[in-house]
């Protein structure tokens, strides 16, 4: 059984800490008064005013131990859980309100951790099960597509085939869907970093940059995911020039992607990041592409919404500010 040790409450802490300051300043005014005739007064005062400081920082290192360092053992170890690190957690809590609040971060830690970890285990699970069937089907088409088969039932095969390919493309969206749940790129980067490759991604796409330089909190491989995968969605519906922009705001750093394609009708804005919708299945859309982008962002605190626009699909990315 763990032993409990007492802690002292925040308030006891700072009214102890204010009762003392006052305490020894008037217990010093008191000293001098009466030790000042027999030691002299500037002999009294020095020794008064070393007794004090040395007082003085006992408290401090009181209020260092009690509150002080508890605060950044837990802020370590939010730190080190963002960046996905298995950190040992703090074992020193000061008071009792520090005690519960430590308390309750860690186990918050520990259930998204646990959560982070079903949907891996549950993914890497479905797509296991799932790949062996699929796997079969496709070597029992390619036994019927060698053997003499009627135009009918040819193209009965040809679409087994199709479904068959299909999945194999949902089960690896999946997959990378749950992968970017828990992938990290620190750092930051800017539009003008970005502009190079993605000019070189889609050239035949006219790229506007605005706000170029501002710092994006996010490194270049992880925004150039979700940038590709929204200019990608602009080309296969007929866009032929998109804008980028970022313009700083009081708590948040926005960027938006605005192109001049047809738009986004307001029942399909409303499903756009749910996992497998799409509107281009008949070319091959599996539906995950938007919802990789948002599980990207959001493993980095960020979140992506689709905006009202007159003319064309309007995103808006949005970067907290501490």
Same mark, same amino acid.
């Given at each position: 059984m763990t032993a409990r040790h007492w802690r002292p409450s925040l308030a006891f802490v !700072?009214?102890?800490?204010?009762?003392?300051?006052? %305490?020894?300043?008037?217990a010093g005014l008191v000293a001098l008064r009466y030790l000042g005739p027999h030691? %002299?007064?500037?002999? =009294?005062?020095?020794?008064?005013?070393?007794?004090?400081?040395?007082?003085? =920082?006992?408290?401090?290192?009181? !209020?260092?131990?009690?509150?002080?360092?508890?605060?950044?053992?837990?802020?370590?170890?939010?730190?080190?859980?963002? *960046?996905n690190r298995d950190p040992a957690p703090p074992v020193h809590f000061g008071t009792r309100e520090l005690h519960a609040t430590a308390r309750r971060v860690i186990a918050m830690a520990h259930a998204l951790r646990d959560r982070e970890a079903t949907i891996r285990t549950f993914t890497d699970h479905v797509t296991h099960e799932v790949k062996t069937p699929v796997a079969a089907i496709h070597a029992a088409v390619e036994l019927l597509q060698d053997g003499a088969l009627s135009a009918q039932d040819a193209q009965l095969v040809a679409q087994i085939d199709g479904a068959q390919a299909q999945i194999q493309a949902q089960l690896a969206a999946l997959r990378r869907?749950? *992968?970017?749940?828990?992938?990290?790129?620190?750092? *930051?980067t800017t539009l003008a970093d970005l502009a190079p490759a993605l000019r070189a991604d889609? @050239?035949?796409?006219?790229?506007?940059?605005?706000?170029?330089?501002?710092?994006? @909190?996010?490194?270049?491989?992880?925004?150039?995911?979700?940038?590709?995968?929204? !200019?990608? /969605?602009?080309?296969?519906?007929?866009?032929?020039?998109?804008?980028?922009?970022?313009?700083?705001?009081?708590? =948040?750093?926005?960027?938006?992607?605005?192109? /001049?394609? @047809?738009?986004?009708? @307001?029942?399909?804005?409303?499903?756009?990041?749910?996992?497998?919708?799409?509107?281009?299945?008949? *070319?091959?859309?599996?539906g995950m592409g938007l919802t990789i982008a948002?599980?990207?962002?959001?493993?980095?605190?960020a979140g992506i919404e689709v905006a009202a626009s007159d003319t064309g699909a309007l995103f808006r990315l949005t970067f907290p500010v501490a």
């Amino acid at each position: 059984m763990t032993a409990r040790h007492w802690r002292p409450s925040l308030a006891f802490v !700072l009214g102890g800490a204010l009762c003392g300051t006052l %305490g020894l300043s008037f217990a010093g005014l008191v000293a001098l008064r009466y030790l000042g005739p027999h030691w %002299g007064y500037a002999n =009294a005062a020095v020794a008064l005013g070393l007794a004090i400081l040395l007082a003085t =920082a006992a408290l401090g290192w009181l !209020l260092v131990r009690l509150l002080l360092r508890p605060i950044r053992a837990l802020e370590a170890f939010a730190l080190s859980v963002e *960046q996905n690190r298995d950190p040992a957690p703090p074992v020193h809590f000061g008071t009792r309100e520090l005690h519960a609040t430590a308390r309750r971060v860690i186990a918050m830690a520990h259930a998204l951790r646990d959560r982070e970890a079903t949907i891996r285990t549950f993914t890497d699970h479905v797509t296991h099960e799932v790949k062996t069937p699929v796997a079969a089907i496709h070597a029992a088409v390619e036994l019927l597509q060698d053997g003499a088969l009627s135009a009918q039932d040819a193209q009965l095969v040809a679409q087994i085939d199709g479904a068959q390919a299909q999945i194999q493309a949902q089960l690896a969206a999946l997959r990378r869907a749950a *992968q970017a749940r828990e992938a990290r790129y620190l750092g *930051q980067t800017t539009l003008a970093d970005l502009a190079p490759a993605l000019r070189a991604d889609f @050239p035949a796409l006219t790229l506007g940059i605005e706000g170029d330089d501002h710092a994006l @909190p996010m490194a270049a491989p992880g925004l150039l995911v979700v940038l590709r995968q929204l !200019l990608a /969605n602009s080309v296969s519906h007929g866009a032929s020039h998109i804008t980028l922009a970022a313009a700083p705001r009081p708590d =948040a750093l926005l960027v938006e992607v605005a192109d /001049n394609g @047809p738009g986004i009708s @307001p029942g399909n804005a409303d499903r756009l990041f749910e996992p497998f919708f799409t509107t281009r299945r008949d *070319q091959g859309g599996t539906g995950m592409g938007l919802t990789i982008a948002r599980n990207l962002l959001v493993a980095h605190n960020a979140g992506i919404e689709v905006a009202a626009s007159d003319t064309g699909a309007l995103f808006r990315l949005t970067f907290p500010v501490a």
